[in-house]
């Protein structure tokens, strides 16, 4: 396992040669059997109680890897990745079904960005890594799964090939980069990225200038595209509507469902499977389900608390916590939230109900995501910087878990 | 009458010798710097005066920059003063806010809202009403002149300053002070603050006394050329208007500075202007220095009196702008989310005085018509229709209280679980616009690689790039690993 750095300002510098290759691999290499349903193998895998007692657990490494754990850090007892980045994780994003098998791409503050392959029986492989000159905030991958993109604070975006193994830039922003998206239209396709420099480009990565260039009110904060559509939050509770078809064109602009700073946001779908709305979370602990056109408004759109503790206790303050990620399940259209207080949530947005609350961890969750058939929730444990620098530990470990999500985020009733 | 007369004369032979000026001083100019300066002229009316007055390097750059359009400059540098603001460690916050303030009033020589001025000036304001180190430092006192000056009653800012102990050592304030009477045409309590500056002690007493003479000289001037001419406000009022050919500027609200407004010496000019053919007055009325107005006196002679003020009075009326409110009705989902009010419980105990305006709104003192025991003529402001500053600070200072007794209390709540949010708060929306945790860290960040760039780069680049090269050499160990494996496709 790699050794965390002392002082986290020198981890730019780190000479990463002991990240070893244990299976080396060609990413097109021989397929796995694609119809296998995916179990993670954890030793000690009891059905959970939803707030549940730790009894019945053995007290030996309940985890696959890693040594016997009686912190929080691993209180779900999920799989963790191996070889975690060094620092705070910013992204997570899992290889797409034209890719046989799955690979998970995180990027993280420390300024590189990681992928490892996640095998059918639980283990994950530390496969490659890329290096940008400033921590990365998103990454995604492209629809064929052969490349990755990657955005960062350095003001650049680049495009890595997984074959080769090489990156090169292929966005230049004035300030950092804070999304990136791929489209894939019938008639073009293209990256999306937003920035803090309050512009929204598009980019073919044939060429160093922008496609298109769309000036934003305030700086972007979160975005999400499923074709055609694509939604921006920005500062100030901005919050546009793009459409996508031809060309990338702003379709609305909508008044903020939340009072407070737009955190993350990400697009749901109907039935038939097109884009019809999107979940915005806050850093208030509450969410907002926003369709685009419905038919009732007022009883369509709604917004629900979350992550927030001492729910029905009003003696004590109820603290609230920011929602760092929301992500939805590619088949049963159910969301999962992730948050400042170290928790993950399941729900059902048809139904308007919790499914699932996870136990508290001693980290702050900072992004997650689903495998592209929903069988693998990912989710990271590190440091949001939501209380400031005074409570950043560098010595902390950050770690990157898999879930099962087959059956936990099965909707409550069968409306999907 | 003839003061009116006298006035017209004195503005136009203003008017006539500035044009003669221009047209000197130009042709002795070389054309370019003619045309530059002929530049900012041509757009003086959007320039919003300064005490200080405007360099005009900065102005003409400030000015081509906004036609040209090139706002990237000045975005960056927006956000650069934002995240000093945020990071900032050292003991003086203060000069961060104020270069950013002085830099912003450079910067939009109109205002206007996206420089976000009066927004920041209310926030550096008011952040550091705690700081009594600050208290009679000048850069402080300053904002505060500032503030007042974008208020819609700066004499209520400046009794609240008075009431706290902030700027009474510094001219600066007295001055001001004694202006915005002045404005008024109150002479007598222009003359009182000074002095009671003087009897202070307020530093530096020579402009001070400066001041004070020149006042008494207008005033004397004044009181010559007073004569059937009331300046009055509320006398104004309450006489008959012949018809007015040429009506005057009459100022909404309570501020009531007709325009021009000089700062010069010649800042008595209160007078209506028009051609006013007033008949000279049966009652030579001289200056309201002899006349008791009980109106006034009253109020004024309760002024000394140190009120337990919580917070500033009301700024501008701010019409645009939401102040995030506390989401009332959680459970109905419902379109009307943005609009809904924040009903103020009225406190049951107040634990603050509130502030009750002297002027106007005490019937008992206002010199009406209507039968004073019938009150509700102009009833007291409701709390919670404004949203004022005041309210603002009054509702913190509140909040600050009760933490201190004991559990914390989101404004509007009642009844309701209270609420707390586990973020920086404060880091996040500290300067005029919010940063997000990402914005905070990546400005950490920036911070500590540009002081590493520095450190490294002075004597120790040979380090640096063999750390890039084992960097290099460590991607490429990956490239080769992965290619060994046969040939990628």
Not at chain 1, 205 to 216: D, E, G
Not at chain 2, 86 to 101: A, N
Request: net charge positive.
């Amino acid at each position: 396992m790699l050794d965390n750095a002392v002082n986290w300002v020198e981890k730019g510098d780190k000479d990463f040669s002991d990240f070893r290759l244990t299976d080396v691999r060609r990413f097109h290499g021989p397929c796995r059997l694609y119809g296998i349903t995916f179990y993670i193998s954890n030793t000690a895998h009891p059905t959970m109680s939803l707030f549940g007692t730790t009894a019945g657990f053995g007290t030996g490494g309940t985890s696959v890897f890693g040594s016997a754990t009686t912190d929080t850090h691993n209180p779900m007892k999920d799989v963790e990745v191996t070889s975690p980045p060094d620092d705070s994780i910013s992204c997570l994003a899992f290889s797409p079904p034209t890719l046989p098998g799955n690979f998970l791409i995180g990027g993280s503050w420390a300024n590189d960005v990681r992928c490892w392959e996640v095998q059918d029986n639980g283990q994950t492989v530390p496969k490659a890594q890329q290096m940008h000159t400033g921590p990365v905030l998103d990454v995604c991958w492209s629809d064929d799964g052969s490349k990755v993109f990657t955005a960062s604070c350095d003001k650049t975006a680049k495009m890595w090939d997984l074959n080769s193994n090489q990156a090169m830039q292929i966005a230049q922003h004035e300030g950092p980069i804070k999304s990136i998206h791929w489209i894939k239209a019938p008639n073009y396709s293209c990256i999306m990225t937003g920035s803090w420099d309050k512009t929204l480009k598009f980019w073919d990565t044939r060429s160093p200038n922008p496609m298109m260039s769309l000036q934003m009110p305030e700086r972007s904060y979160c975005a999400d595209v499923v074709y055609p559509m694509a939604v921006v939050a920005t500062a100030e509770r901005g919050l546009i509507v793009y459409q996508l078809e031809n060309q990338p064109s702003e379709f609305r602009r909508i008044d903020s469902p939340l009072k407070h700073q737009h955190r993350c946001v990400a697009i749901f779908k109907d039935k038939q499977n097109k884009p019809t709305g999107f979940a915005l979370g806050s850093i208030e602990g509450r969410v907002a389900i926003h369709y685009i056109n419905p038919p009732n408004p007022a009883k369509d759109n709604f917004t629900f608390k979350c992550h927030r503790s001492n729910g029905t206790n009003t003696a004590t303050p109820q603290d609230i916590y920011a929602v760092n990620a929301i992500a939805f399940h590619p088949v049963h259209g159910t969301l999962a939230t992730v948050g400042s207080d170290g928790r993950f949530s399941f729900w059902d947005k048809d139904a308007r109900t919790k499914l699932k609350t996870s136990e508290l961890l001693d980290q702050p969750i900072t992004a997650c995501c689903f495998n592209n058939n929903g069988n693998i929730f990912a989710y990271s444990s590190s440091y949001d910087w939501s209380k400031g620098h005074e409570y950043y530990n560098p010595q902390k470990k950050n770690y990157i878990f898999l879930r099962n999500a087959a059956e936990e985020l099965k909707p409550r009733n069968k409306k999907w | 009458m003839y003061g009116t007369l006298l006035n017209m004369k004195y503005n136009l032979n203003r008017v006539i010798t500035l044009k003669k000026a221009k047209q000197v001083w130009s042709a002795t100019r070389p054309p370019a710097m003619a045309e530059a300066e002929a530049e900012w002229e041509l757009c003086k009316e959007n320039i919003q005066p300064l005490r200080r007055g405007r360099a005009i390097s900065t102005l003409t750059e400030a000015l081509s920059l906004q036609q040209e359009g090139s706002s990237a400059i000045t975005q960056r540098t927006q956000q650069a003063f934002e995240s000093e603001l945020r990071i900032y460690e050292g003991d003086d916050p203060l000069d961060v806010w104020d270069r950013y303030i002085k830099w912003t009033e450079q910067t939009f020589p109109q205002g206007g809202k996206e420089s976000n001025f009066s927004v920041l000036l209310e926030r550096a304001v008011m952040k550091f009403t705690e700081e009594k180190k600050y208290y009679n430092d000048v850069r402080y006192v300053d904002l505060w002149i500032k503030f007042a000056d974008s208020c819609s009653e700066p004499l209520d800012i400046y009794r609240y300053m008075h009431a706290q102990g902030i700027g009474l050592m510094l001219s600066a304030f007295y001055i001001a002070w004694s202006e915005e009477y002045e404005k008024r045409g109150n002479f007598r309590n222009a003359d009182t603050t000074l002095q009671d500056g003087l009897k202070c002690g307020a530093e530096p007493r020579d402009r001070l006394k400066q001041f004070h003479k020149a006042l008494q000289a207008r005033v004397t001037r004044h009181v010559m050329l007073g004569m059937g001419q009331e300046s009055d406000d509320d006398t104004m009022e309450m006489e008959e208007p012949n018809r007015k050919t040429l009506a005057e500027l009459k100022a909404l609200g309570k501020k009531k500075a007709v325009a021009p407004i000089s700062r010069g010496s010649s800042i008595v000019n209160t007078q209506p202007r028009g051609l006013q053919m007033k008949a000279p007055m049966a009652p030579v009325r001289n200056s309201r220095l002899m006349v008791f107005d009980e109106n006034k006196g009253l109020a004024e002679s309760q002024e000394p009196k140190l009120e337990s003020w919580m917070g500033p009075p009301s700024a501008r009326h701010k019409e645009n702008e939401q102040k995030p409110d506390k989401w009332t009705k959680a459970k109905l989902p419902q379109k009307t989310r943005a609009g809904l009010p924040v009903v103020m419980p009225a406190p049951a105990k107040p634990s603050f005085q509130p502030f009750v305006e002297e002027c106007e709104h005490t019937p008992a003192v206002t010199p009406c018509k209507i039968n004073p025991a019938v009150n509700c003529v102009l009833s007291a402001r409701k709390p919670h229709r404004e949203e004022t500053p005041l309210k603002r600070l009054q509702d913190w200072k509140e909040q600050q209280q009760q933490q201190q007794a004991g559990g914390s209390q989101a404004p509007g709540t009642n009844g309701k679980p209270r609420e707390q949010s586990m973020y920086c708060k404060e880091l996040l929306f500290s300067g005029a616009s919010e940063f997000c945790f990402e914005e905070l860290r990546a400005e950490r960040y920036r911070q500590k690689h540009a002081q590493r760039l520095v450190a490294s780069g002075s004597g120790q680049s040979a380090a640096a790039g063999t750390s890039a090269a084992g960097t290099s050499a460590a991607s490429e160990s990956f490239c080769a690993g992965q290619s060994s494996s046969g040939p990628s496709q």
